[in-house]
């Protein structure tokens, strides 16, 4: 019996040993532990992001999280980026895409990835934020589902649970005028968005895979 739980034990070590290495082979690198806010920067109200059962709880007044971490000196240009996320009802979130930090406001350089299935915003989760806005809900609130975004010389492609929802090639940004003067592709790190005080919403398994420049 001692014999049997022995070789059981190898193989169950075995087995997350490989499914460790198998996951650190395929290039995707986590950028939050699931413990603290290590490698995260944020400005003005910093209570509206909370760690709690291993995520990341945004709630509270608009604020911005910041990845500020090791990887790729938190500069990524091209690459994948993949994050677990569930809304609660009536929520509003984004995940900024080359961007830089700041203390205060709406971030002013790159992209906004909609996070939102039912607020009073119309424009809908995977939305590239005023550039490409989806009116089409494909998730759920309540229901942790995968946010992908992937950019590729100037190429972004959005995909929600698997399905593409905006697969874009950037152009005209010399004619932007206003908020959108500085939203184009450049390089720079990610952010996680707090809207508003009602609107509560989770992240975890937050990953990138540096490609190519």
Known sequence: MKRLMHVFCSAVLLSIALGISAHAQDGWISLFNGKD??????????????????????????AHLFYEGPVKNHMFKN?????????MPG?????FIHTTY??????????????????TDYKRTGSLYNVVDVKDTFVKDNEWYTEYVKVEGKHITIKINDKVVVDYE?????QREGEMKNKFLKQGTFALQAHDP??????KDIQVRPLTE
């Open 170 to 174: 950037e152009t005209g940004v010399d």
């Open 37 to 62: 806010f290590t490698g995260w920067k944020v400005g003005a109200n910093a209570s509206s992001f909370l760690i709690e059962d291993g995520t990341i709880k945004v709630a509270g007044p608009r």
């Open 198 to 203: 009602k609107s509560v919403v989770y992240y």
């Open 102 to 119: 700041q203390e205060d406001g709406w971030p002013a350089q790159g992209y906004e990835v909609q996070v939102n299935q039912s607020h």
């Open 91 to 95: 929520s509003n979130s984004g995940i």
């Open 79 to 87: 690459f994948e980026f993949k994050a677990q996320v569930k809304t």
